[in-house]
């Protein structure tokens, strides 16, 4: 059944107002006031896990190679790396051709903003205003690239009802046959859903009827306590036509300052991003990308990482409990947390970060409003457990007696 818009429906929106970053709103809503307590910041999805024992001598080792210009496509070494990671990890169809279907990139967020001017070239034309599709909340580049490649960003409601992934039954077929791009993130920011195999199989049927390319945000899928989640490319076809997917070491390894990922899929989209890349993107390093290349090599220290994010979760199901909605992620390091029955979400933090001295981010800012006026990130607010145990402990502790 196609949804309507006074029904939540999936439909274009937004205004430049919208476009601003939701931590430059949080700074400047909590600038005026000052922490009740010692500071614990549970905002921003930097992890703080030790950095790998290996990053410093390779570095070391490669130091000299600071010294000249790196290809825009890559390192044969760290291509050959992610793609045998991609292999060893996900059920793919086949392996990947590291020569043609995988490109390094300055983390995924600079590939993600990048890929819709890509996607927009990829597709071509469309029957009238062009559309990407992003889910809401969403990861704030997705619509910064919708607006650098010249798209609407349709904003498709992401809530408890529908398992916080975008409802693809709600879409309606005027809005498909326009769409050039459809961001997914699986495992979702801010919430943890992850996406099924089956859910991955409509979506590329939808890309293929409709000729829209599926960009697949995966950075947090090595940030898992239970289920290891899949991947877009599983259900790509032999060819991953119309699929790409975006991967980083920020969260897998720790290392949210190397600014190392790369995108995998569709060849011929490969190539035509590459061709905008070498125009429009700083090359990465070549010491960074020996690193990477070390660090898709080895598994102990990413099991490792997600050994300390599962005591953390392990602590938040202790102590929040059942209070405010809250259920183990999926997968992710964030917690979504429905504090609607206490006041709105930017009430709220300030709350908290008066009071508790824990600074959150508010629903609301990390989602935008649909043409209904309904905000899917209203009433909730996102933590981060990026902190050691001990201080996430002490901030979830604060967090509960503050709120009730």
Not at 205 to 232: H, V, W
Not at 310 to 319: G, H, V, Y
Request: glycine content about 8%; aromatic content about 10%; some cysteine.
């Amino acid at each position: 059944m196609v949804m309507t818009a006074s029904s939540r429906a999936p439909q274009a929106s937004g205004s430049s107002n919208n476009e601003r970053s939701p931590f430059v709103r949080l700074n400047e809503l909590l600038a005026p006031h000052q922490p009740g307590k010692p500071l614990i910041s549970l905002a921003v999805g930097e992890p703080q896990h030790p950095v790998p024992d290996f990053v410093g001598p390779v570095l070391a080792k490669h130091i000299a190679d600071f010294g000249r210009y790196p290809m825009n496509q890559g390192t044969e070494p760290f291509r050959e790396a992610a793609s045998a990671w991609l292999s060893s990890r996900f059920k793919l169809p086949r392996a990947l051709d590291p020569r043609s279907e995988l490109l390094v990139l300055n983390g995924s967020r600079e590939g993600l903003f990048l890929a819709a001017i890509a996607a927009a070239r990829y597709v071509g034309p469309k029957p009238g205003k062009p559309a990407i599709l992003m889910p809401n909340p969403f990861y704030p580049v997705y619509g910064a690239g919708a607006g650098a490649a010249a798209c609407e960003p349709v904003y498709l409601p992401t809530t408890i009802e529908n398992g916080f992934l975008p409802d693809l039954e709600a879409i309606d077929e005027a809005t498909l046959a326009r769409t050039v791009a459809f961001y997914l993130a699986s495992p979702a920011n801010p919430q943890g859903s992850v996406a099924s195999p089956d859910y991955f199989k409509r979506l590329k049927q939808l890309a293929d009827r409709y000729n829209f390319m599926i960009l697949s945000d995966e950075c947090y899928s090595e940030i898992y306590t239970r289920k290891a989640p899949g991947s877009a490319l599983e259900c790509a076809g032999a060819d991953f036509t119309r699929v790409a997917a975006f991967q980083s070491l920020s969260k897998r390894s720790n290392l949210p300052g190397l600014r190392v990922g790369f995108a995998a899929g569709d060849k011929r989209f490969i190539g035509m991003f590459l061709e905008l890349r070498n125009i429009a993107a700083p090359q990465v390093p070549v010491p960074l990308q020996h690193v990477a290349t070390v660090a898709y090599g080895d598994e102990a220290h990413v099991e490792e990482n997600r050994r300390l994010y599962r005591i953390k979760f392990d602590l938040a199901d202790q102590i929040i409990g059942n209070r405010y909605g809250y259920r183990r992620p999926d997968a992710g390091f964030c917690v979504w947390l429905n504090t609607s029955g206490i006041g709105d979400d930017v009430s709220v933090t300030l709350k908290l970060f008066k009071e508790a001295g824990v600074r959150v981010v508010p629903g609301s800012f990390l989602a935008r409003q649909q043409p209904d006026g309904f905000n899917p990130g209203a009433g909730y607010i996102r933590l981060a457990l990026v902190q050691d145990s001990e201080t996430t402990a002490q901030a979830l502790h604060r967090l509960v007696e503050t709120l009730g």
